[in-house]
């Protein structure tokens, strides 16, 4: 029997007094790529014993959705093919709604809230399925599903139209329209604002290059095959040992006379950290280049400058490499963190320019890539609140690589929350016992 049943399904629909646009809104050259990565799925986790009934739950839920959708009103439409132009784009009509799954499990949500390993086949059921796979297809779906003391809230967003910060934006929205509070923040939808180089052209051929087959939009192989094999884990870094971390790398570069340009931010000494421990958790050559691949959000770096409440991708690329022999030395950390710091630098020097020539670099050393998701900065615990406390826990469920981590900020609003994707648990345990040891040391 599935460890978690699905009791119904129904829709939220956009009021009738959302402003709709009154064309399909076009995808940027930032949002093209993800057209074939397409899913974004989170999952907050909350429990405890003055839990709300569940059906009081469920019913501040759906009221509150449909409250949010009369700002968030695209988000209900449809990612559709427009093959006049080969544009992709989002259609909206007053017709629009959004799928609310409703559940329940008899999993113990307190072990799933704060295992440090996760239950892959109860949490990737925790979020609602939508085959994005064929255009046109829903944006956005939902799910709520009742445990004994507890609700998990689930999100499935289509990552063309929205990325990390616009999904926190629509959830901190939901969230405060369910505490029966105004959200402070106005959502923008328009992509007229993002101001790149070759325009619509450039996302044009995007599409052409990597989903010719539009309107078919199916996601590359490995994504499929690897990904029900991975072992996860999620590591708290509380700000002690962040700060900690953050001297340690200074007073290396002072005794090598390397010192950094600057003190290392928590992004910094985070992916510095996991970097070190990926190195020298696979049996990589000691001569083989090692990729860190990261995104950045640019909406305050572009000229001009993106409203912050822009609801889209606005995301460049970055990538460093280093030799795994210097990821494996005294100056790991130092030499990764300076390594970081510098590619941050680049970006910030050309935050439009999305580097599209790297993809073929990356496909080539996928089994040598660690990839960082999400931001430190991302408020999850704190803005997720819809009236019933903050989640005890959240958590990316779509990681689609041997080597990814996601990051967030920590439930006490100050550390940092570190979830980590292997395919191998040998790797994994090696992993931990390397990410502790660092720690502890330092």
């Given at each position: 029997?599935?460890?978690?049943?699905?009791?119904?399904?129904?829709?939220?629909?956009?009021?009738?007094?959302?402003?709709?646009?009154?064309?399909?809104?076009?995808?940027?050259?930032?949002?093209?790529?993800?057209?074939?990565?397409?899913?974004?799925?989170?999952?907050?986790?909350?429990?405890?014993?003055?839990?709300?009934?569940?059906?009081?739950?469920?019913?501040?839920?759906?009221?509150?959705?449909?409250?949010?959708?009369?700002?968030?009103?695209?988000?209900?439409?449809?990612?559709?093919?427009?093959?006049?132009?080969?544009?992709?784009?989002?259609?909206?009509?007053?017709?629009?709604?959004?799928?609310?799954?409703?559940?329940?499990?008899?999993?113990?949500?307190?072990?799933?809230?704060?295992?440090e390993e996760h239950d892959?086949?109860?949490?990737e059921q925790l979020v609602?399925?939508?085959?994005?796979?064929?255009?046109?297809?829903?944006?956005?779906?939902?799910?709520?599903?009742?445990?004994?003391?507890?609700?998990?809230?689930?999100?499935?967003?289509?990552?063309?139209?929205?990325?990390?910060?616009?999904?926190?934006?629509?959830?901190?929205?939901?969230?405060?329209?369910?505490?029966?509070?105004?959200?402070?923040?106005?959502?923008?939808?328009?992509?007229?604002?993002?101001?790149?180089?070759?325009?619509?052209?450039?996302?044009?051929?995007?599409?052409?290059?990597?989903?010719?087959?539009?309107?078919?939009?199916?996601?590359?192989?490995?994504?499929?095959?690897?990904?029900?094999?991975?072992?996860?884990?999620?590591?708290?870094?509380?700000?002690?040992?962040?700060?900690?971390?953050?001297?340690?790398?200074?007073?290396?570069?002072?005794?090598?006379?390397?010192?950094?340009?600057?003190?290392?931010?928590?992004?910094?000494?985070?992916?510095?950290?996991?970097?070190?421990?990926?190195?020298?958790?696979?049996?990589?050559?000691?001569?083989?280049?090692?990729?860190?691949?990261?995104?950045?959000?640019?909406?305050?770096?572009?000229?001009?400058?993106?409203?912050?409440?822009?609801?889209?991708?606005?995301?460049?690329?970055?990538?460093?490499?280093?030799?795994?022999?210097?990821?494996?030395?005294?100056?790991?950390?130092?030499?990764?963190?300076?390594?970081?710091?510098?590619?941050?630098?680049?970006?910030?020097?050309?935050?439009?320019?999305?580097?599209?020539?790297?993809?073929?670099?990356?496909?080539?050393?996928?089994?040598?890539?660690?990839?960082?998701?999400?931001?430190?900065?991302?408020?999850?615990?704190?803005?997720?609140?819809?009236?019933?406390?903050?989640?005890?826990?959240?958590?990316?469920?779509?990681?689609?690589?041997?080597?990814?981590?996601?990051?967030?900020?920590?439930?006490?609003?100050?550390?940092?929350?570190?979830?980590?994707?292997?395919?191998q648990q040998a790797q994994?345990?090696?992993?931990?016992?390397?990410?502790?040891?660092?720690?502890?040391?330092?």
């Amino acid at each position: 029997m599935s460890p978690v049943r699905v009791i119904h399904a129904s829709y939220v629909n956009v009021p009738a007094t959302a402003a709709l646009p009154l064309e399909p809104i076009k995808l940027t050259a930032m949002e093209a790529i993800w057209v074939t990565i397409p899913v974004l799925q989170h999952v907050l986790l909350y429990e405890g014993a003055d839990m709300p009934p569940f059906e009081d739950i469920l019913q501040a839920l759906r009221f509150s959705l449909a409250v949010t959708l009369g700002s968030f009103a695209p988000l209900a439409g449809k990612l559709v093919h427009l093959k006049d132009t080969w544009d992709v784009a989002i259609s909206c009509s007053a017709a629009d709604s959004v799928k609310f799954v409703v559940a329940e499990s008899d999993t113990d949500v307190r072990r799933l809230a704060r295992d440090e390993e996760h239950d892959l086949p109860v949490l990737e059921q925790l979020v609602p399925d939508v085959d994005m796979s064929e255009l046109p297809t829903a944006v956005l779906a939902v799910q709520a599903t009742r445990f004994n003391g507890g609700v998990a809230v689930g999100v499935t967003v289509h990552h063309a139209v929205a990325d990390g910060r616009s999904l926190w934006t629509f959830v901190q929205a939901w969230a405060t329209a369910c505490r029966g509070e105004t959200p402070a923040l106005t959502p923008s939808f328009d992509r007229s604002l993002v101001k790149l180089p070759g325009g619509q052209e450039e996302a044009r051929r995007i599409f052409q290059q990597w989903a010719p087959n539009l309107p078919l939009v199916a996601p590359p192989p490995s994504f499929l095959e690897d990904r029900p094999r991975f072992t996860r884990r999620t590591f708290a870094l509380d700000m002690p040992h962040i700060q900690r971390l953050k001297q340690h790398i200074v007073r290396l570069g002072e005794a090598h006379d390397a010192p950094l340009t600057h003190p290392p931010s928590t992004f910094v000494t985070v992916t510095a950290l996991a970097w070190t421990c990926f190195a020298r958790c696979k049996p990589f050559p000691l001569d083989d280049d090692l990729l860190l691949f990261f995104l950045a959000d640019v909406r305050g770096r572009l000229d001009p400058p993106v409203d912050r409440g822009y609801v889209g991708v606005c995301l460049t690329w970055c990538l460093v490499m280093l030799p795994a022999r210097e990821l494996r030395g005294p100056r790991a950390l130092l030499t990764a963190a300076a390594a970081v710091q510098d590619e941050i630098r680049r970006m910030n020097r050309d935050p439009a320019n999305q580097q599209s020539h790297l993809t073929p670099i990356m496909l080539a050393s996928w089994d040598r890539l660690m990839s960082v998701s999400g931001s430190s900065a991302f408020a999850a615990y704190d803005i997720a609140d819809f009236g019933w406390g903050k989640p005890r826990r959240t958590e990316p469920i779509r990681m689609n690589h041997d080597g990814q981590v996601a990051l967030m900020r920590g439930r006490d609003g100050l550390g940092v929350q570190v979830s980590v994707s292997l395919l191998q648990q040998a790797q994994m345990d090696d992993f931990r016992s390397l990410f502790l040891e660092l720690l502890q040391s330092n």
